[in-house]
């Protein structure tokens, strides 16, 4: 898990100093050289973590570049890499093949949930954000908005319940109430959040 999230946190900050204003370019860049220290380890010890995130990362990239309006093609580099970092927690082919798709409907919900999350700020800044794309709008109207927000709610529904189907499969060991409370509560509740902000 810590190998993972340094290899992840190098990535983000070169995200976002590629995707940043001026001043947010010199934020990131000053924390670059931190976070190169802790990706070079960490690529050691897990080099299949760092060919799926780097793999994600460019093909994210190529997505916004080519202005993907796809919800489900815009947020598969990341459900593609997470199902394959869940897939090496597995023991087994069949394990690794469930764990697979438990990660790859979990990365999809968290780029979606994240869009969602970022869509006030994309409106403002002129940024990607596939929703955005979806309805065809850069500055949305009041009415267009709750149209987004609306169609947002019900992919993030069919996700996690493609999400809990592939989940019920896997035979869990230990942890079970605190994975069920984050499969079928926190995941709502982290969109709930989202909304009521607004």
């Known amino acids: 898990a810590a190998h993972t999230a340094m290899i992840m946190a190098y990535y983000k900050v070169k995200d976002n100093i590629r995707d940043s204003g001026f001043w947010g370019k010199i934020k990131y860049a000053l924390a670059l050289p931190v976070v190169s220290f802790t990706h070079r380890k960490a690529k050691k010890c897990q080099p299949e973590m760092e060919e799926a995130v780097a793999a994600m990362m460019e093909q994210q990239?190529?997505?916004?570049?080519?202005?993907?309006t796809s919800i489900d093609r815009a947020s598969d580099p990341t459900a593609t890499a997470l199902g394959k970092i869940a897939a090496m927690l597995g023991t087994d082919e069949k394990q690794k093949y469930i764990l697979q798709k438990v990660g790859y409907m979990l990365g999809k919900y968290i780029y979606l949930i994240d869009a969602l999350d970022d869509l006030e700020d994309d409106i403002k800044t002129g940024n990607y954000n596939p929703y955005l794309l979806k309805f065809h709008t850069k500055q949305p109207t009041e009415e267009q908005k709750k149209e987004i927000?609306?169609?947002a709610v019900e992919v993030t529904n069919l996700?996690?319940?493609q999400l809990a189907a592939a989940y019920e499969l896997l035979d869990i060991k230990r942890f079970k109430p605190i994975l069920d409370n984050i499969i079928y509560l926190g995941l709502k509740d982290t969109r709930t959040i989202i909304l009521q902000k607004r």
């Open 159 to 161: 996700t996690i319940a």
């Open 61 to 68: 990239w190529k997505a916004e570049q080519e202005t993907v």
């Open 149 to 151: 927000i609306q169609y």
